[in-house]
Structures are given as structure tokens and as C-alpha cells.
């Protein structure tokens, strides 16, 4: 069985032209994104980086936009969070 590798994807929807990005942790990329891809709107996909450090675990999956957000108040806690400063 091949070693696993982490890959950050970015994928624009078809329709929408929506860009988002996921990390997925996998053996063979093109069964996942074609599994990925199931179910859902009409997508491109491309790889952006391979090898990606283990500290970018905890997006693995999870979608992400690559839109900056309009509103640039985070949670409004300096005291509790780095982002707020």
C-alpha cells in the first residue's frame, strides 16, 4: 500500500466560479477527489502543494473559501484571541 501524503486542493465550482480550498490526507488522490466529488455541484480541481506539513491537519477535509471575508472583526476577544489584535 502506498504511504499517504497530505495535499492542499483548490477547487472552483462550475457554476458559481466559488473557489475554495481542502487538505486530504490520502494514497491515491484521484480516487478521493473523484469521491469528493460525488454529490455535489460540477467542479474543477487542481493540486496546489503536496507533502503539506502536519501542522495544516486540522483543515484536512474541511472547506475553506479563498474569498477574504468582508467582515475583518474576528471575535472580538484581543484577550483570548491573537487574530483580534
Known amino acids: 500500500m502506498a504511504e499517504k501524503k497530505r495535499y492542499l486542493i483548490e477547487i472552483t465550482?462550475?457554476?458559481?466560479?466559488?473557489?475554495?480550498?481542502?487538505?486530504?490526507?490520502?494514497?491515491d488522490?484521484?480516487?478521493?477527489?473523484n469521491q469528493y466529488q460525488r454529490n455535489?455541484?460540477?467542479l474543477t480541481w487542481e493540486m496546489k502543494e503536496e507533502n503539506l506539513p502536519l501542522s495544516l491537519s486540522h483543515?484536512?477535509?474541511k472547506p475553506y473559501s479563498t474569498k477574504e471575508s468582508e467582515d475583518t472583526t474576528c471575535c472580538g476577544l484581543p484577550e483570548l484571541c491573537s487574530c483580534c489584535d
Open 13 to 27: 465550482y462550475s457554476e458559481s466560479k466559488d473557489v475554495e480550498e481542502i487538505v486530504l490526507e490520502t494514497d
Open 40 to 42: 455535489r455541484q460540477p
Open 59 to 61: 483543515k484536512m477535509g
Open 29 to 33: 488522490l484521484a480516487w478521493s477527489m
